[in-house]
């Protein structure tokens, strides 16, 4: 049986290839990248400006804007478990997802359990899973083609909503900017 970090590294190409026909800048998919989740001033200059440094957690994937001029915007996390899920795992990783929001208020957030068989989403990640905008799981190790399916449809709205949020965020008092009315999360 394939480590957790093996699993996932066998679909995040594959994943990262679906999502490559949305709009918008380059949509990818990575694996093991390190997002801030805390930005600490530590003095301001004369001139008001502050020094600062950021600390990074690693995400099991990471889907991001990639701009021409090399720039990128977070857009999406993917925490990943195989089998079972502890109270401890649904803490952390939400805990984890809160942390990330704090510095990026447009991510999204999103855990995805292989292994499943007919167990579905356990009861205690949805209870203690607050700060996750989405959860999936997969029976086996490789998604059925409607787990696949679900899955890469779920990614592209989560992508679709973040540029919404942060275009709320950023834009909405500019004139002329598209106002919005109805913001709705599902879960």
Request: contains cysteine; aromatic residues 10%; positive net charge.
């Amino acid at each position: 049986m394939p480590t957790e970090r093996e699993w996932v590294s066998g679909f995040t190409k594959q994943l990262d290839e679906a999502l490559d026909a949305m709009r918008g800048a380059e949509v990818c998919a990575v694996e093991g990248m390190r997002l801030a989740y805390a930005c600490e001033v530590h003095k301001y200059s004369a001139d008001q400006s502050p020094e600062v440094s950021t600390t990074r957690y690693e995400t099991d994937i990471l889907v991001f804007d990639r701009y021409a001029d090399g720039s990128w915007i977070p857009r999406v996390v993917i925490e990943c478990k195989l089998k079972g899920v502890t109270t401890h795992d649904a803490l952390t990783y939400s805990a984890k997802a809160a942390t990330h929001r704090a510095v990026h208020p447009y991510l999204r957030y999103g855990f995805l359990a292989g292994q499943r068989r007919n167990y579905g989403i356990p009861p205690r990640l949805v209870r203690h899973g607050e700060d996750f905008n989405f959860l999936l799981t997969w029976r086996s190790l490789k998604a059925s083609p409607a787990e696949w399916r679900a899955f890469v449809a779920t990614i592209k709205r989560e992508v679709k909503t973040s540029r919404a949020m942060q275009d709320v965020l950023m834009n909405n008092y500019a004139a002329g900017h598209q106002k919005y009315d109805l913001i709705h999360s599902s879960i």
